[in-house]
């Protein structure tokens, strides 16, 4: 049985970040437009880099939580076909807890991206206009590796070979509001069972087989635990 598992800010939500569409969420105390567009970074660099110099410190103040280390396990012991974790988040909760099969869409908060040359590093400190490219040296080039609304999101090639191979798909803290990922489940084979792990019932709760309406750090470790029994 091939697994992927596709998650959202839900899943990092009990450690303490900030989810997008919540009640207080991200985009209702700064402008989506002004801080993740290329034209929001075109108009005020300055302030998109504070932005996200502001997000990536803060993941030096929290760990990962109950399901990021369950989905970890789920990788380590599953032995009954394939597994895949994609997620929509930018932050290294789920690098900190030891996933490997792993891939970001939406880019990476701790990596920075060079404009003169292309490459991308692990970048750990704010990204400042005197910040110098680890790869061709250029200054005041680097942009926050994060895939913007209008940009074509990363490894989607993977992702959907991966979902036309999929026996269960579980997606974890996502109001699958945002494309592609919100079509994920339709882009399924038949046979394939989906499960959504959510308080909320998300935009496309009808598409899935079943509904875990709880807190991802009760419902994943349970879930995991039920898969690898
Ligand atoms: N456990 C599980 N799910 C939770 C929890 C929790 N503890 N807390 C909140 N959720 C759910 C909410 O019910 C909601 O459905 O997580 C979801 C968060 O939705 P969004 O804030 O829209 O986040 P996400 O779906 O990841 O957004 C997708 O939008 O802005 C872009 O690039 C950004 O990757 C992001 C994308």
């Not at 099969?101 to 040359?117: D, K, Q």
């Not at 991966?162 to 399924?188: E, K, Y």
Request: with cysteine.
């Amino acid at each position: 049985m091939n697994i992927v598992v596709l998650t959202g800010a839900g899943i990092s939500a009990e450690s303490g970040l900030a989810t997008f569409r919540d009640l207080g969420g991200i985009w209702s105390q700064v402008k989506l437009e002004e801080v993740a567009t290329p034209e929001g970074f075109a108009a005020d660099p300055e302030r998109v880099q504070a932005f996200y110099n502001a997000r990536r410190a803060q993941l030096r103040e929290v760990e990962p939580n109950a399901a990021h280390h369950a989905l970890a396990r789920l990788e380590r012991e599953w032995r009954k076909g394939s597994f895949l974790l994609v997620t929509q988040n930018v932050d290294d909760l789920h690098d900190r807890a030891g996933s490997q099969a792993l891939l970001h869409m939406h880019g990476e908060l701790r990596r920075a991206r060079c404009l003169a040359c292309g490459t991308d590093h692990r970048w750990e400190d704010p990204i400042t206009a005197e910040s110098a490219c680890p790869g061709c040296g250029a200054r005041g080039r680097l942009r926050p590796h994060v895939v913007w609304f209008g940009e074509m999101p990363l490894h989607m090639e993977r992702i959907e070979a991966a979902l036309a191979n999929c026996d269960l798909f579980i997606a974890i803290g996502t109001s699958a509001q945002v494309w592609p990922a919100a079509g994920f489940v339709r882009m399924l084979p038949r046979r394939a069972r989906g499960i959504e792990v959510n308080p909320e019932r998300s935009a496309m709760a009808s598409s899935f087989a079943e509904g875990r309406r709880g807190l991802a750090t009760q419902e994943v470790p349970r879930l995991v635990e039920e898969l690898l029994a």
